[in-house]
């Protein structure tokens, strides 16, 4: 772990010493303060595709339209780097219909699902945490940022990620994501089974049990054949 903070402290300098700001987030800092082992490394800049080019030439910007930049350093430390960015409506259950560019951490958390998902850390490794992911992630209790049953909405996807969030970490849903899973729940019949396959080989392991049970209590037991 401390030689990927170390890593990330490194490219943080970079980024500073260009005027630019870079904060790890996510599922990164959600682990980090588990204490659980780091795998890549998620982090959001005020920088955009184009303006990192300048100073972190060789990159992956394959998806640059998207703000999201790729980079390994020569430590083989993996770091996936977004843009600061507000979402717009999303018409296809899935992706947002525009994204902006912005330099607001405020706005950016907005678009994140849970709130143990979106906490951020900067260069001093202080927790920037404008949602009470912090309290959230103590308690082992899963809400989402923002109205649930709009979230949910949006992309049914995050519910395949609640379920296994629940499952890898032994949180329980808060009774507004509950109520929003269930009221949603047909909504499952839209996402591409690979979408789902792919999410759910996230999940641990030992964790295909417990998701198991949720797809029984759910009423999605057609997906149960999925869980590898």
Known sequence: MQ?????????????????????????TVRDYLLGLTLSDMDAVTDATPLEIKKFLP???????????????????????????RRENEYIDSRHPNKIEFIKDLKVD??????TINALYMDSSLNIIDYVGGQQ???????????VADSRIKEDPL????????AADYGFTFDK???????????LL????????????????????????????????????????
């Open 58 to 84: 060789n990159a992956d910007y394959t998806f640059e339209r998207f703000g999201s930049v790729k980079f390994s350093d020569d430590k083989k430390v993996k770091f996936d780097i977004t843009t600061m």
């Open 158 to 165: 995050r519910i395949i990620r609640a379920f296994r969030f």
């Open 176 to 186: 507004e994501l509950d109520l929003a899973i269930r009221n949603n729940i047909v």
């Open 136 to 146: 959230d992630l103590k308690n082992k209790l899963l809400k989402v940022v923002g």
């Open 109 to 114: 958390v907005q678009r994140r699902d849970f």
């Open 3 to 27: 030689e990927k903070i170390a890593s990330f402290l490194s490219l943080n300098q970079l980024f500073q010493d260009n005027g630019y700001s870079l904060f790890l987030v996510g599922g």
């Open 189 to 228: 019949e839209k996402l591409n089974i690979e979408k789902v396959k792919q999410d759910l080989k996230k999940a641990k392991k030992t964790s295909s049990g417990q998701l198991k049970k949720f797809f029984e209590d759910y009423n999605v037991k057609h997906l149960i054949d999925v869980i590898e």
